[in-house]
C-alpha cells in the first residue's frame, strides 16, 4: 500500500507561482512511476504531468509552464508551477504507480487526497 499527500497548494494571482510537493510512503519509491492530475470545478479530472526513471511527460496545456521533478531521498515528488493562469484553478492530486509513467487514471491505483490551487485574475 502507497500512501500519497499533497501540499503546498493556495491562492496565488495570475502570472505567480506555486510549487506542489507529494510525500509518499514505501522503500522503493524510486520506482515508482508518479503522476500529476488536476480536476476544475464542473470538470472531469486530467492528466498534467508524469515521471518516473524513464523521463517525463507533460499534457499540452501546461508544457512550458509546469515543472515535475523528484527526490528519491525523500520519498517526494514534486510540482514547479509558473505563469499561472485562472485556467489552473483546480484541486491537484498526486497518483502512484508501481510501474513506470502513464497518463490515464485507470493506471494508477493510489491517490492522494488533493490540494486546492485558486489562481486569481
Known amino acids: 500500500q502507497v500512501q500519497l499527500v499533497e501540499s503546498g497548494g493556495g491562492l496565488v494571482q495570475a502570472g505567480g507561482s506555486l510549487r506542489l510537493s507529494c510525500a509518499a510512503s514505501?522503500?522503493?519509491?524510486?520506482?515508482?512511476?508518479m503522476g500529476w492530475f488536476r480536476q476544475a470545478p464542473g470538470k472531469e479530472r486530467e492528466f498534467v504531468a508524469t515521471?518516473?526513471?524513464?523521463?517525463?511527460y507533460y499534457a499540452d496545456s501546461v508544457k512550458d509552464r509546469f515543472t515535475i521533478s523528484r527526490d528519491n531521498a525523500k520519498n517526494t515528488v514534486y510540482l514547479q508551477m509558473n505563469s499561472l493562469t485562472p485556467e489552473d484553478t483546480a484541486v491537484y492530486y498526486c497518483?502512484?504507480?508501481?510501474?513506470?509513467?502513464?497518463?490515464?487514471?485507470?493506471?494508477?491505483?493510489?491517490w492522494g487526497q488533493g490540494t486546492q490551487v485558486t489562481v486569481s485574475s
Open positions: 515521471i518516473s526513471w524513464s523521463g517525463t
Open positions: 514505501g522503500r522503493t519509491f524510486s520506482r515508482y512511476g
Open positions: 497518483a502512484a504507480r508501481i510501474a513506470g509513467p502513464a497518463t490515464a487514471e485507470y493506471e494508477y491505483p493510489y
